[in-house]
């Protein structure tokens, strides 16, 4: 099925640990970005990459690295994890155009003990 | 800078009854808005969107959300709830210009009762 496919779905890691959470779309999707929903929060942005290429900073990017590795795939980096980046992690995608909103990913469900 | 609010952590409804979950915002220029819905251990599953023309927007479920531009308010409806609309509901907005970044509110879980 056409979508936004994320990996791992759910992940528990030991503090200082280190991890990639992967995205991929198959909808010819220019932008993608990466988000954490946290209880009473909502999404926050963490980065975000408006075209192949470029890679810009959301509104929580600390702890986080990102890289555009083609038009279908955004992963989110985690160098050195933290408890307070327990969370769990949507990729989504938009069309080109501007009126479409995003498509979302499935989620992971990430644990930093 | 864009920003949403959804006033209500929780909505609760007997089933059947009509239902209203609130949105405003803060866009500068002109809106886009969404509505997005999230079940139990899934992704954000999109309802309905307001772009331009007619206030009413229809959307998926018998959703339907309201645009008031000189209240800035978006709230999605549903005339008659069922259980299965119990979810959490989330509000999001962008600019009709420059590139589309989605700003969330909150977030508000909704509760239908049988």
């Known amino acids: 099925n056409a979508g936004v496919t994320q990996t791992p779905k759910f992940q528990v890691l030991k503090t200082g640990q280190s991890m990639t959470l992967q995205c991929a779309q198959d909808?010819?999707?220019?932008?993608m970005y990466w988000y954490r929903q946290d209880p009473g929060m909502g999404l926050r942005l963490i980065y975000y990459?408006?075209?192949?290429?470029?890679?810009d900073k959301g509104e929580v990017p600390n702890g986080y690295n990102v890289s555009r590795l083609n038009k279908r795939e955004f992963s989110l980096r985690l160098e050195s994890a933290a408890p307070s980046q327990t969370s769990v992690y949507f990729c989504?995608?938009?069309?080109?155009?501007?009126?479409?909103?995003?498509?979302f990913g499935s989620g992971t469900r990430l644990t930093v003990v | 800078a864009q920003s949403v609010a959804q006033p209500e952590d929780q909505v609760n409804v007997a089933e059947g009854n009509p239902l209203t979950v609130k949105c405003t915002y803060s866009?500068?220029?002109?809106?886009?808005l969404f509505w997005y819905v999230q079940y139990p251990n899934r992704g954000l599953q999109f309802l309905l969107k307001?772009?331009?023309?007619?206030?009413l927007v229809k959307g998926s479920y018998g959703f339907e959300a309201e645009f008031n531009k000189s209240q800035t308010s978006f709230h999605l409806k549903k005339p008659s709830a069922l259980v299965s609309d119990s979810a959490l509901y989330f509000c999001?907005?962008?600019?009709?210009?420059?590139?589309?970044?989605?700003?969330f509110g909150t977030g508000t879980r909704l509760l239908v009762s049988p």
């Open positions: 989504a995608s938009s069309d080109p155009g501007r009126s479409y909103g995003y498509t």
């Open positions: 909808m010819n999707h220019n932008s």
């Open positions: 990459s408006a075209s192949e290429g470029t890679t």
């Open positions: 866009v500068s220029g002109n809106p886009y």
């Open positions: 307001y772009i331009t023309g007619d206030n």
């Open positions: 999001a907005a962008t600019r009709d210009t420059g590139f589309q970044k989605l700003v």
